[in-house]
């Protein structure tokens, strides 16, 4: 076995603290590689907490990664040793369902297996994430990062980019349409930057106004508060699509108000309670309701590729290590731009 240094969390209610864990050794088809840097998202802390479901603990959170190959086993033909590389939300699925079969992992019948907090295709053995030095992943689940973009702030489209650039491209969001973006944080700000590359008039609906200049900076052409009642009614029935990457509770009947007819509003951000949707906030105007996970690993390397082409990176903060729990506090506060990432070099 391979022995990893780490940051996890051992019960629902302790933080996160250093830990020594061991990855399997590299098998025929398996990358190993060194985790240079890893990205911070809110569903991370929402699962150390355990409020989605319970967890598998010792947890080691991190499903943003990225780094340089330190060994392939000697059947792999995608990846030689020093090339820089991505793991993404998952690390395995059943391969046979006619999901994995269409390239939709994500959504895979049998189970597929989560990069943290998850099982591997054994059904037993647990998962462990990107909050640590190394890792090891058959060659399949792993990404080829361009040495064009930089490094740290490609982490996070493996969450936040994937998350945000799937839906957008499954209803063919582009010229002629409006995007309305709620939120304007780690999801939001990518939704922005690939609604704008897609051609379609974005605008961010926030609850803060001091974002106006942040999201026209990232390529918004609008901006409407939405504690602004003349503003929410200037845009009701305007929008062809809503991405909504809200993980905080609100009412998100207010914003099936600003579609148009056969408008869908597509829900990204997972808060920790259910939400009321009202069934006269569909009915009306013959709206949708959606959702969207992450995209299968065709299409994020695809994503990968199209940041690569039209240089789109997420704007990050670099923390060490040590500072992650702090960053929690921050991030549920909205204090970031927009996406922490962590410098694995300080472990």
């Known amino acids: 076995m391979i022995q990893a240094k780490a940051y996890a969390a051992q019960t629902p209610t302790s933080d996160l603290q250093p830990w020594n864990l061991q990855r399997r050794e590299v098998g ?29 603990f010792p947890m080691v959170p991190g499903h943003e990664i990225v780094g340089k190959v330190t060994k392939v086993g000697p059947l792999v033909r995608k990846y030689k040793v020093g090339d820089t590389v991505g793991v993404g939300c998952l690390v ?9 079969k269409e390239g939709l992992e994500q959504y895979c019948t049998n189970g597929h297996s989560q990069t943290y907090n998850g099982l591997e295709q054994d059904h037993k053995t ?12 058959h060659e399949d689940f792993v990404l080829k990062v361009s040495d064009k973009l930089d490094l740290p702030a490609v982490a996070p489209l493996l969450c936040a980019g994937i998350t945000t650039y799937s ?19 780690g999801l939001g700000h990518m939704a922005v930057k690939f609604g704008a590359a897609f051609g379609a008039e ?38 062809d699509f809503i991405i909504d990457t809200v993980s905080a509770e609100h009412d998100m ?24 949707i009202a069934p006269f906030s569909v009915i009306v105007g013959r709206k949708s309701f959606a959702g969207s996970s992450i995209g299968g690993l065709p299409e994020t390397q695809e994503m990968l590729d199209f940041c690569a082409e039209h240089n ?17 506090d921050r991030m549920l506060k909205g204090d970031v731009k927009y996406r922490f990432v962590i410098d694995m070099a300080t472990l």
């Open 167 to 185: 839906p957008l491209r499954h209803w063919k969001v582009g010229k002629g349409h409006k995007l309305g973006v709620v939120g304007l944080g």
């Open 28 to 56: 025929d088809h398996d990358v190993q590689f060194d985790i240079r840097y890893c990205g911070v998202c809110h569903s991370d802390l929402h699962q150390i907490r355990n409020d989605w479901f319970p967890g598998i």
């Open 253 to 276: 009947n207010v914003y099936l108000g600003l579609l148009r007819t056969d408008g869908v509003m597509i829900c990204v951000g997972v808060p920790s309670k259910p939400a009321p």
């Open 202 to 239: 974005v605008t961010v609906l926030s609850t803060s106004a001091g974002k106006e200049a942040d999201a026209k900076k990232l390529g918004a052409h609008k901006f409407v508060v939405t504690k602004d009642e003349k503003q929410l009614k200037s845009v009701k029935g305007y929008f």
């Open 92 to 100: 395995d699925s059943c391969r046979v369902c006619d999901e994995c």
């Open 312 to 328: 789109i990176v997420s704007d990050i903060e670099i923390i060490a290590m040590k500072d992650i729990m702090p960053s929690y």
């Open 126 to 137: 647990p998962t462990y994430g990107g909050y640590s030095n190394t890792i090891v992943v």
